[in-house]
């Protein structure tokens, strides 16, 4: 299972980082780790894609890497817009990818 | 500007079949760049991979859904469609068409809304 934290909180104008770990081992590039901001009641957005790319449109406050064994999506100096679900996919091979169970963030 | 959009009902009775489509709109489902995705996410849970159709009608199946589960496409119609059989309450979900990037990237690059489907008497 690809795994998040649940919940985040950070202050405006904070730095928050959400990662999203693999229970089976190492999250590395050859999963192509990518992330989503996904409003309530709204179709998701792609943040970030192969890792580190933004995805065009968005903000370089939000910046993607790898942190010792797992992805991870950094938000530097957050705004209050940036409060939503964030949800990380992993490729694992023949066209398919699982899904990270989200991570509630929280801008106050 | 392509959009997907899903359809389809938001309510069905148990053990009888859920029939969803998605329609690309403003762009052709013609493509070898891209698989079509079936993607859900059930009350309280994380999303969950349904399904994924290529272009030529080739389809993968969560395993876990394999036996409930077909996909198909219809490309002059710019629409993907999933029929689930069988359905419980566990089926209950929102139910999202997603098209992923298959030229080295890997990712999803466009999603619908989502559509409601609750599984109910």
């Known amino acids: 299972a690809v795994t998040q934290e649940p919940s985040f909180s950070v202050s405006p104008g904070g730095t928050v980082t959400l990662t999203c770990g693999f229970n089976s081992g190492s999250v590395s590039t050859t999963h192509f780790p990518s992330w989503y901001q996904q409003p309530p009641g709204q179709a998701p957005r792609t943040v970030i894609y192969n890792t580190d790319t933004r995805s065009p449109g968005v903000p370089d406050r939000f910046s993607g890497s790898i942190l010792g064994n797992k992805a991870a999506l950094t938000i530097t100096g957050a705004q209050t817009e940036d409060e939503s679900d964030y949800f990380c996919v992993l490729y694992m091979g023949n066209g398919i990818s699982m899904f990270g169970g989200g991570t509630k963030l929280t801008v106050l | 500007q392509v959009q997907l959009l899903e359809s389809g009902p938001g309510l069905v009775k148990p053990s009888e079949t859920l029939s969803l489509t998605c329609t690309v709109s403003g762009g052709s489902i013609n493509s070898g760049a891209f698989y079509w995705y079936w993607v859900r996410q059930r009350p309280g849970n994380g999303l969950e991979w349904v399904g994924y159709?290529?272009?030529?009608?080739?389809?993968y199946y969560n395993p876990s859904l394999k036996s409930r589960l077909s996909m198909s496409v219809d490309t002059s119609k710019t629409q993907f469609s999933l029929r689930l059989n069988s359905v419980t309450a566990a089926d209950t979900a929102t139910y999202f068409c997603a098209r992923q990037v298959t030229t080295g990237d890997w990712f999803f690059d466009l999603w619908g809304r989502g559509t409601q489907v609750d599984v109910a008497t």
């Open positions: 159709i290529f272009y030529s009608g080739t389809a």
